[in-house]
Every structure is written in C-alpha cells, then in structure tokens.
C-alpha cells in the first residue's frame, strides 16, 4: 500500500524560474493538501484540493497556484520564484468521505533552494 | 485567529527517562482535534497522536500521552521510556472544526535530543 509520494526529491531553481512539485495521494485518498515548511519552521498551509477545486486556501499570493487530476493526485506550481520560497513544501492527503478526525497523511516532501 | 505555541525550542533527555513537551493553543471554536506529529531526519510528517476536544479522556498511544486541559488550552505531550528512535522535530497542530477542508496550523516545533 503506497503512502504519499512526491517529486522530485530536490530542486535548485534561480529567482524568477517556475517550478512545478508533483504529489501522488495514498491509495485510497481523494484529497490533497499542501504545506511549505522553511527551515526551522512548522507547515504553513498553502491550498488544499478536491474534487479537481481548490477549497481552501491559506496566506499565500497567486504566485501558489495548483491543480489536480481525475487520478487525484496534484500538481504545486510557483512563478516568479524568490529567495524566500525556499523551503521544504509537503504534500499531505486524506479521505474527504472518511471519518472527520482522520490524520492528514504526509509525503517526504519536495526541498526547494532558489539560488 | 488560531494559533498554536511551543514555547521550548529544544529539548534533551536521557534514555529510558520520561520527558514532557508542551504546547498552548487559541481557537474561538468549540469542536477541534490536537494532534502531536514527530518529523525525524528523514522529513516524513508522522502522526504521533491526536485528540478530540468533546472527549475528556487523555489521549494514550503506547508510550505516548497527552495532558489535554481544554480551558487552559493546553496540551502537552508526554513521551515515557525515550529511545533513541524518538529523537525528531515534534510539531503540536491543531485542526479547528470538523469539516472536511479544515486546514492544520502547527506550532514552531520543539527538537528533542535522547541522550544514551
């Protein structure tokens, strides 16, 4: 049973590239979450996904965009790239029909260095 | 707006010794769930153990419990019989609500060290 996975591992992108990290749910799973983690920091929630719609977003400026597929995995896109979006940006996943308390299941997470 | 706090940017412990991790919160909600998760080396975001807000009863996972006090805000992490495999980033999240797009907004994060 396959948990969470992301792509790439790590990326080194120059300020004002676009960069796209890639996330495929765990089996079982239709809902994809984002979260950017800068260096000695806890998650910030970016945007979450279901249903191929963005339901909710945090405090992030459009540069964040995202999409998902039929096959419900997810795709984070950042323009404009700046020193600052470096961090480790995670992908999280879960049931939209499972029981309420249900933990969000983590990937490995993309490492993100903008040079 | 919510918001969670671990006010210990580290901590250490020695093996087989016990070790308690706090954490406050402030939400204008009634219904949530706190969650403690532990992120070692390898980056993975593990769930360590969560808790529902109606529920009085402390959380318990093996070695693992919570102090939950609801009108404090409180909710501290209480690791028994630390072993090496538990020394990791621990972020304390809290999740308001109950529905499904409910965001999770986590603490700074505390580092424990288990000492041999």
């Known amino acids: 049973d396959a948990g969470v996975t992301q792509s790439p591992t790590h990326l080194i992108k120059t300020r004002g590239q676009q960069v796209t990290l890639r996330c495929s749910p765990k089996s079982g799973h239709d809902t994809v979450s984002w979260y950017q983690q800068a260096l000695g920091q806890g998650p910030q929630f970016i945007f979450q996904?279901?249903?191929?719609?963005?339901?909710q977003r945090g405090n992030f400026p459009d540069r964040f965009s995202g999409h998902q597929f039929p096959n419900y995995s997810s795709e984070l896109n950042v323009n404009a790239l700046l020193l600052g979006d470096s961090a480790l940006y995670l992908c999280a996943s879960s049931s939209w029909t499972g029981p309420s308390n249900q933990p969000q299941h983590f990937g490995d997470g993309t490492r993100l260095s903008i040079l | 707006a919510q918001t969670v706090t671990q006010s210990q940017p580290e901590m250490s412990v020695q093996e087989a010794e016990t070790v308690t991790l706090s954490c406050t919160y402030d939400?204008?909600?009634?219904?949530?769930?706190l969650f403690w998760y532990k992120q070692p080396p390898s980056r993975q975001m593990i769930l360590v153990i969560r808790?529902?807000?109606?529920?009085?009863q402390n959380a318990t996972e093996n070695r693992f419990s919570v102090n939950f006090q609801k009108a404090a805000k409180s909710f501290s992490l209480k690791i028994s019989d630390s072993q090496l495999g538990d020394a990791a980033m621990y972020f304390c999240?809290?999740?308001?609500?109950?529905?499904?797009?409910?965001?999770?907004?986590f603490g700074k994060g505390t580092r424990l060290h288990i000492l041999p």
């Open positions: 999240a809290l999740t308001e609500g109950l529905n499904r797009d409910d965001k999770i907004i």
């Open positions: 808790q529902e807000a109606y529920k009085q």
């Open positions: 996904y279901y249903e191929e719609e963005e339901r």
């Open positions: 939400t204008s909600e009634s219904d949530y769930y």
